[in-house]
């Protein structure tokens, strides 16, 4: 399962989320054919450089989460109250990118 952020989610979150709240950072490694691999690195060298968000960390930015699996395995769902004090609710296929589009959904609707 999808612990944390992959490198896009982390650019975008990057720029809305304050940096202090990624708890891992991506730190490269190497070169492989297809291009750097990554390798996370926690907080204890950390760097604001490619920050990483984990589940956790996706949570203790939304006020009042709740992350939940759906009647079918591969659908998660995350809700959170916005600024508008309504409860919002949206859907992926694994915890972190439903954390992820939460977080979107609300800033592009001036909700976070």
């Known amino acids: 399962m999808k612990t944390y952020t992959d490198l ?12 202090e709240s990624a708890d891992m950072y991506y730190d490269g490694f190497g ?16 760097s604001y450089d490619r920050p990483c968000w984990s589940l956790a960390a996706l949570l203790d930015v939304l006020e009042h989460p709740r992350c939940f ?14 600024k508008d004090k309504q409860y919002h609710e949206v859907e992926a296929d694994n915890p972190v990118d439903a954390c992820y589009e939460m977080i979107i959904w609300l800033k592009e609707k001036n909700l976070f």
């Open 8 to 19: 896009e989610q982390s650019k975008k979150l990057a720029e809305i989320l304050p940096l």
């Open 31 to 46: 070169r492989l054919p297809q291009g750097y691999a990554y390798t996370l690195i926690h907080p204890n060298s950390f």
């Open 69 to 82: 699996q759906g009647d079918k395995p591969i659908y998660w769902f995350c809700g959170c109250f916005g």
